[in-house]
């Protein structure tokens, strides 16, 4: 019994220490707690705050867009000392070196923020630094969210004209005929829609014609013909920036010895159809070659490359006839023939010289004005004047012809316009600046002759 006692009456217990243990944890526990509730609220905050600067620096990014693409519409080039912003006109410094900020991008208050524009013009040639490439530039926006949070974004941005008129050829279908065939040397791009025709239907067919990318007079290889290089105001161009494009349909270049490109002067990119490769030689399927044919480019050149465009809505442009007949010298039942016959019979206009038949010359000479619209033919000379536009049932140019002025002929007849002499300007260095010739047909245009002909000019075909 006295062992008993001496356990019941042991007053030196464990409870009080254990208790003050386990305060201890709770508050160390409740501490952790608290820092870690803390440390997540800061980490949100910033998280919170980071990515509003983001939406701020990407919203820059859009503005600076916009902003180019403006710039752009208005003198087509992002390198000149004039930006054109929405706003107005703003002077810059432009500089391959580093990022300048243009008058009024800077601190643009957006959200719970700014942002900042920025700048820096590419060149091409690292010996010109000072030289820059018109449609390529860096863009950086610094975008500002709360609590002095920010966020820099920047974006190499290449801008590319895919308007029909900026190629050399722009075709939409064919009818029941291929697009562009026979042996024709084109400078520039070329842009093949295929509208309406089978994948596997041909559109391009070019046998002994290239496509160059190039306006120099270097021939035969990668040059094109000097009496046409010396009409082209602004002079030769070593570089295009063609590219050769087929929304839908075959290149053949089976027979002849035409190419698209040379070996020192390639096109900026060869792209046709879906670019499927299935024999497996790298050549695109859609490209048919023959031995003597071949087809060089920086991108697409052998290998296949589908069309790069996709379903962006680039189509063929409408024939706006209200348009023309309101503003137009109508000649669709005006007779003006020489004695032969010849000239601009009820409607049908022929431009050809003076002729001989027998023992007797014909001059089929033209002369009409009605305001601003005039078209005036010399037989002798074989010089067109023309100004606005003039109406005619169908269009003969049977003879090399030189035109001065800015006008358009439109057909309206159902005829192929007929095209087998040299249309060129009188002067030389004088298109498209001083000197404009447009052809707009409802037909055809069928161009022939026994040799290549030279032409300026841009001509449309419904």
């Known amino acids: 019994m006295p062992a008993i006692r001496m356990i019941y009456n042991n007053e030196k217990g464990m409870v009080l220490p254990l208790g003050l243990m386990f305060l201890a944890i709770i508050a160390i526990l409740g501490t952790t707690a608290v820092i870690v509730t803390t440390t997540d609220i800061k980490i949100g905050s910033n998280y919170k705050t980071s990515v509003q600067a983001f939406y701020n620096a990407e919203a820059g990014l859009a503005r600076a867009e916009a902003e180019l693409i403006n710039d752009l519409n208005v003198d087509n080039d992002l390198s000149n000392t004039s930006f054109e912003a929405i706003s107005g006109t703003i002077a810059i410094a432009p500089s391959s070196a580093d990022f300048y900020t243009p008058a009024g991008f800077n601190n643009i208050p957006f959200g719970a923020g700014d942002y900042t524009i920025q700048f820096k013009n590419y060149a091409p040639d690292p010996t010109a630094p000072n030289?820059?490439?018109?449609?390529?530039?860096?863009?950086?926006?610094?975008?500002?969210?709360?609590?002095?949070?920010?966020?820099?974004?920047?974006?190499?941005?290449?801008?590319?004209?895919?308007?029909?008129?900026?190629?050399?050829?722009?075709?939409?279908?064919?009818?029941?005929?291929?697009?562009?065939?026979?042996?024709?040397?084109?400078?520039?791009?070329?842009?093949?829609?295929g509208e309406g025709l089978p994948a596997t239907a041909t559109v391009f067919n070019n046998q002994t014609g290239d496509c160059r990318?190039?306006?120099?007079?270097?021939?035969?290889?990668?040059?094109?013909?000097?009496?046409?290089?010396?009409?082209?105001?602004?002079?030769?161009?070593?570089?295009?920036?063609?590219?050769?494009?087929?929304?839908?349909?075959?290149?053949?270049?089976?027979?002849?010895?035409?190419?698209?490109?040379?070996?020192?002067?390639?096109?900026?990119?060869?792209?046709?159809?879906?670019?499927?490769?299935?024999?497996?030689?790298?050549?695109?399927?859609?490209?048919?070659?023959?031995?003597?044919?071949?087809?060089?480019?920086?991108?697409?050149?052998?290998?296949?490359?589908?069309?790069?465009?996709?379903?962006?809505?680039?189509?063929?442009?409408?024939?706006?006839?209200?348009?023309?007949?309101?503003?137009?010298?109508?000649?669709?039942?005006?007779?003006?023939?020489?004695?032969?016959?010849?000239?601009?019979?009820?409607?049908?206009?022929?431009?050809?010289?003076?002729?001989?038949?027998?023992?007797?010359?014909?001059?089929?000479?033209?002369?009409?004005?009605?305001?601003?619209?005039?078209?005036?033919?010399?037989?002798?000379?074989?010089?067109?004047?023309?100004?606005?536009?003039?109406?005619?049932?169908s269009l003969n140019i049977s003879d090399n012809i030189t035109y001065a002025g800015r006008g358009t002929i439109y057909t309206t007849g159902t005829a192929a316009t007929a095209i087998s002499g040299n249309v060129l300007p009188d002067t030389a260095a004088s298109y498209p600046t001083t000197n404009v010739f447009g052809v707009v047909s409802t037909g055809n245009i069928a161009m022939g002759g026994g040799a290549q002909i030279l032409l300026t000019g841009a001509y449309y075909s419904a």
């Not at 030289?131 to 820099?152: D, E, F, K, L, Q």
């Not at 990668?222 to 082209?232: C, Q, R």
């Open 213 to 393: 990318n190039n306006s120099t007079t270097v021939p035969p290889a990668i040059g094109m013909d000097g009496t046409l290089a010396s009409k082209v105001d602004g002079g030769a161009s070593s570089d295009l920036n063609a590219k050769f494009r087929v929304k839908n349909g075959q290149v053949d270049m089976s027979l002849g010895v035409g190419d698209i490109g040379a070996l020192l002067n390639p096109f900026k990119g060869i792209y046709v159809t879906d670019g499927d490769d299935g024999d497996g030689d790298g050549v695109n399927d859609d490209i048919m070659l023959g031995g003597a044919a071949s087809i060089y480019a920086d991108k697409g050149a052998t290998s296949a490359k589908a069309y790069d465009l996709g379903n962006y809505n680039t189509t063929l442009p409408i024939i706006d006839t209200a348009l023309l007949d309101a503003n137009s010298l109508n000649l669709t039942a005006t007779t003006e023939v020489d004695g032969w016959g010849t000239g601009l019979n009820a409607g049908a206009l022929e431009l050809t010289g003076k002729h001989k038949e027998g023992p007797t010359w014909y001059r089929p000479n033209i002369n009409k004005t009605d305001g601003t619209n005039s078209i005036i033919f010399n037989s002798n000379t074989n010089l067109l004047i023309i100004n606005g536009i003039i109406k005619a049932v």
């Open 131 to 193: 030289v820059y490439h018109p449609a390529i530039i860096w863009v950086r926006s610094i975008g500002t969210g709360p609590n002095s949070s920010t966020v820099t974004l920047e974006s190499y941005l290449s801008a590319e004209n895919i308007s029909p008129w900026n190629n050399a050829i722009f075709a939409g279908g064919g009818g029941s005929a291929v697009p562009i065939t026979g042996n024709v040397i084109i400078a520039g791009s070329v842009h093949i829609l």
